[in-house]
Nanobody, 114 residues
């Protein structure tokens, strides 16, 4: 059983940056594929970025060049560095771990507003 805890969300002005963390307990994340998702009010949850167990990354087109996903297996943590934030990035951000089963964190709110 894997428990995931996101942190690092908050209120930021357009153009600002945030770094989200997803800390895991209960198992080592090193063999898991990890993903970041977001859900804006009234919208479906969407995939934002992913990193495989081997370290390969992929991104939603809308965040390419602005967001960077990374993992620190020694700290059992995955990160999402978000730069040049826009109002449309406002959402609750979730991390997901997938191997034989899928696990979700509780989410962290990101609000981009002046």
């Amino acid at each position: 059983q894997v428990q995931l805890a996101e942190s690092g969300g908050g209120l930021v002005q357009p153009g600002g940056s945030l770094r989200l963390s997803c800390a895991a307990s209960g198992d080592s994340l090193s063999l898991y594929a990890m993903g970041w998702y977001r859900q804006a009010p009234g919208k479906q949850r969407e995939w934002v970025a992913g990193v495989t167990s081997g370290g390969s990354t992929s991104y939603l087109e809308a965040v390419k060049g602005r967001f960077t996903v990374s993992r620190d297996n020694a700290k059992n943590t995955v990160y999402l560095q978000m730069n040049s934030l826009k109002s449309e990035d406002t959402a609750v951000y979730y991390c997901k771990a997938n191997r034989l089963r899928t696990y979700w964190g509780q989410g962290t709110q990101v609000t981009v507003s002046s």
